[in-house]
């Protein structure tokens, strides 16, 4: 079973990527969202002690700016809408393979053939108006080439109340 580690800012930093989507979904796409607060997803498809799990964990983490956890990073930010962004089964993921080499390193052996790390990225976007349509059309339009990306959306509600996603796009 693949294995999921959440990264997120801290609390009281300012989150760039975040902002650049609320500044480039205004002027774009004329939408009107208060906060974007981003979360890099890494999905380890391989079989992991508890200990190996931390070390990667703790790999994949800055200290200074950010925090994580296994599985779901909880308390979520206050959101209405969450869309999240992952590769296609296929396509280069080349954060996803420099996490493997970095996994590789820790572990100690290369990954067997089928295994591998997977990346994603979540945007947690606090608006007042903003339907599931537009919500589809910022992922769409502006964070996702849907080509090569998926997009998964969720209110707020179903994001709750769904079991943590540990699905990887293997081929």
């Given amino acids: 079973m693949p294995h ?3 990264i997120a800012g801290k609390r009281g930093l300012r989150d760039a990527r975040g902002h650049d989507v609320v500044s480039r979904a205004r002027r774009y796409l004329g939408l009107d969202i208060k906060k974007c607060e981003t979360r ?3 999905k380890i498809d391989t079989t992991l002690s508890s200990r190996d799990l931390r070390a990667l964990r703790q790999a994949f983490t800055d200290p200074v700016v950010s925090v994580s956890s296994i ?3 909880r308390p979520p930010p206050r959101f209405d809408w969450l869309i999240e962004v992952a590769f296609r089964p296929g396509v280069t993921d080349n954060v996803g393979r420099t996490a493997q080499t970095l996994t590789e390193e820790i572990l100690g052996r290369p990954l ?3 295994e591998a790390v997977y990346t994603s990225m979540q945007y947690f976007l606090q608006t007042q108006s903003l ?3 537009d919500a589809e059309r910022l992922a769409l339009d502006l964070l996702a080439n849907h080509l090569l990306q998926t997009v998964a959306i969720f209110s707020r509600e179903e994001w709750l109340a769904a079991p943590i996603d540990t699905t990887v796009p293997a081929i």
């Fill in 131 to 133: 339907s599931r349509r």
């Fill in 112 to 114: 067997a053939p089928g």
């Fill in 40 to 42: 890099d997803i890494y």
């Fill in 4 to 6: 999921r580690i959440e």
């Fill in 71 to 73: 599985g779901r990073h």
